[in-house]
């Protein structure tokens, strides 16, 4: 594998080695950033709290891990998320937990927990490893050196492993429809602009957005109305799958159970948040591995060593701490959620030492704390020992949050890197991927971290080296 790319200016701006990075100076990796990530100005990687004005008011970017936990967990209720923020969720995919506040969103948060707590989740992991193993075939039918959009098959993998874990053998027809309405909510989502803040006009168009997506998931609704009459009838056989257990979830407090319209709700919400995001990472993941060829050598060298050709289980995942650690450095430099939803300071407060007047937009951006000069050496550089546990132990818990923190942490976050660890497991035991002749790779911030112009790749096949020495080619291996 060529480390070529990494000495171009093809490459994107924020991930090559040091010396790399010492030839392009930091506003020329910039300037070929568009929007949000262009925009941001290098203090805002350098200071604890950066503060500016914009017509909307003042707004502060928090950085300091102690002044970030007084935001996301010791002072939470001070800073709820913007009522415009939980209204374009509830616009567009209804009342579920992105779409939900105050109470509403306790209690299904509540009720939802223990859906995804680790050991439940764990109960999803061998659904998930055969999707991933059917995924593969895939691959390997293909002709070798087969041109790939990484991006697009890292979307459709986590599309397929996301509808089996909720619907397990339902999830052929119910699969489809949710991504019909999620497509309708892409498309409102891309129109909205900034007609949607004006005073009267604003309001307007956001009930016509309802009503147009109300209509367009009609035939969802229709269709998790009538699964979940009949699986109430037939009663529940062998493994619970999501949708089983939010159906059976109740809470403890109250006994309240969610409703089939609550329940559709969280099912949309879940494909929304669950399935782009881990694209996301496996796709950043995929990139980095091709411009570092001593992390991808380690990473092979791992699951060789650890599976011998076999393909990975759930049970594996312990026992493979670097392909763990190699995710996490991705999602470092490139976190799915490049910003958490901005929150607004109900009363007047200091962060970091810096007076926050009540009415602040508060902005919590991983992609900037993830980068963050005065939080991690060398930031820039890919090096995914930073996730040894030596090198983990004084790490201030908020200098790393790609899954964000405190109440409204993503409830999927176990789920979410089992995921991540088994499919770049069985994956990248089999193939590698360098980036395509050309391929102009940088990113894109759209609620998640995207490509501008795709990840075109070329996928290469593997010998596998077994545990008994002998070197197997990886098309062989069942
Ligand atoms: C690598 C993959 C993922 C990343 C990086 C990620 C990141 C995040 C982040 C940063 C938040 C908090 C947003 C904020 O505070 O403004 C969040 C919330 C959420 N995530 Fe994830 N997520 C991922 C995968 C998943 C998966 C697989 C699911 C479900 C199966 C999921 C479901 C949710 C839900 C429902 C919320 C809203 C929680 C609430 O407000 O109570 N996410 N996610």
């Known amino acids: 594998m060529s480390d070529h790319a990494l000495e171009t200016s093809e490459t994107p701006p924020l991930a090559g080695s040091k010396e790399a990075m010492r030839a392009r100076p930091r506003r020329e990796r910039r300037r070929r950033q568009e929007g949000f990530f262009g925009a941001i100005p290098d203090k805002a990687y350098q200071e604890p709290v950066f503060v500016g004005r914009s017509i909307f008011g003042r707004w502060a970017v928090v950085s300091d891990p102690a002044a970030v936990r007084r935001v996301l967990v010791e002072q939470w209720a001070n800073y709820p998320k913007t009522k415009m923020d939980i209204e374009f969720f509830n616009a567009i995919f209804g009342g579920g937990l992105l779409g939900l506040d ?9 009720i939802m927990a223990p859906a995804f707590d680790p050991r439940t989740v764990a109960s999803y992991g061998p659904a998930m490893a055969s999707t991933i193993q059917s995924f593969l075939a895939r691959w390997d039918a293909l002709p070798d050196e087969a041109p790939i959009d990484m991006s697009e098959e890292m979307t459709a993998l986590t599309l397929e492993v996301i509808s089996r874990t909720v619907f397990s053998a339902d999830s052929g027809e119910m699969g489809s429809l949710v991504r019909d309405v999620l497509l309708r909510g892409a498309e409102t989502s891309a129109a909205a602009n900034l007609l949607d803040l004006a005073p009267v006009i604003g309001p307007w168009r956001m009930r016509r957005r309802k009503r147009e997506l109300a209509e367009a998931s009609r035939p969802l609704d229709a269709a998790i109305e009538k699964l979940l009459a009949e699986r109430e009838s037939r009663g529940h056989e062998g493994p619970k799958d999501l949708i089983d257990r939010l159906m059976a979830a109740r809470d403890a407090e109250t006994g309240g159970r969610l409703t089939a319209k609550e329940i559709r709700d969280e099912i949309v919400t879940i494909y929304v948040a669950g399935h782009e995001t881990t694209a996301s990472t496996l796709s950043w993941t995929w990139y980095v591995l091709s411009q570092r060829p001593e992390p991808l050598a380690r990473l092979q060298a791992e699951l060789d060593a650890e599976l011998g050709g076999r393909a990975p289980e759930p049970g594996d995942l312990a026992r493979l701490p670097y392909v763990r650690r190699v995710v996490e450095e991705a999602m470092r430099l490139y976190p799915a959620a490049p910003g958490l939803s901005s929150r607004r300071a109900v009363a007047d407060d200091e962060l970091a030492g810096v007076r926050i007047p009540k009415g602040t937009s508060v ?91 795709g990840l075109p790749m070329i996928l290469e096949r593997r010998a596998i080296a077994r545990a008994d020495g002998k070197s197997v080619a990886a098309e062989a291996v069942a």
């Open 363 to 453: 902005n919590v951006l991983p992609w900037i704390i993830h980068r963050h000069e005065q939080l991690w050496e060398d930031p820039e550089t890919f090096d995914p020992d930073r996730f040894a546990p030596e090198r983990s132990a004084d790490r201030p818990r908020f200098a790393y949050l790609p899954f964000g923190g405190g109440p409204r942490v993503c409830i999927g976050q176990v789920l979410a890197m089992n995921e991540s660890i088994l499919a770049l497991a069985a994956l990248g035991q089999r193939y590698s991927a360098r980036l395509a002749p050309g391929a102009d790779v940088a990113p894109k911030a759209n609620i998640t971290l995207q490509f501008q112009h």
């Open 102 to 110: 105050g109470e509403d969103w306790r209690l299904h948060r509540r």
